[in-house]
């Protein structure tokens, strides 16, 4: 068992959780203005609907680094520092930008514009959260 903070899936992020603990990205999208968005709510966040009816549709997971900060200290169990985490900005969805832990290594030399892809961290049984990892060269 995990000393890490676990997500706690509700019934309009459940479909998200799911795909994460397959190792798949999705993201939900508005049913009446078709736009991504990082986070589901009650409202959709772009055309102000107060219904909706998310569809989680999977994408990519490929972008580009934005910005980044190496945590040295943590005031949550669990998470063994330092790690780094990484802002970036999704390719196919540009105005979505998601936060996660370069699994790469506190150490990895960054630049603005790094190209990552989505990678998922294994907490405990049934449970993943994105990551990112450096996109090798083909």
Not at 16 to 29: D, E, K
Not at 115 to 132: I, N
Request: proline share 9%; charged share 20%.
């Amino acid at each position: 068992m995990t000393d890490r903070p676990l997500p706690v899936p509700d019934a309009v992020s459940a479909p998200y959780w799911a795909a994460c603990a397959r190792h798949v990205l999705t993201l939900p999208r508005c049913s009446q203005c078709a736009t991504f968005t990082s986070l589901p709510d009650e409202t959709c966040p772009h055309c102000h609907s107060l219904d909706p009816r998310f569809s989680f549709e999977e994408v990519s997971g490929r972008g580009q680094v934005r910005t980044w900060t190496v945590i040295r200290q943590s005031f949550l169990n669990g998470f063994d520092v330092p790690f780094l985490l990484v802002d970036v900005q999704l390719d196919d969805q540009p105005h979505v930008r998601m936060i996660g832990r370069l699994l790469d290594g506190p150490e990895t030399p960054l630049q603005l514009g790094d190209r990552v892809v989505v990678a998922f961290e294994d907490v405990t049984a049934g449970v993943s959260v994105p990551a990112f990892a450096l996109e090798k060269a083909a």
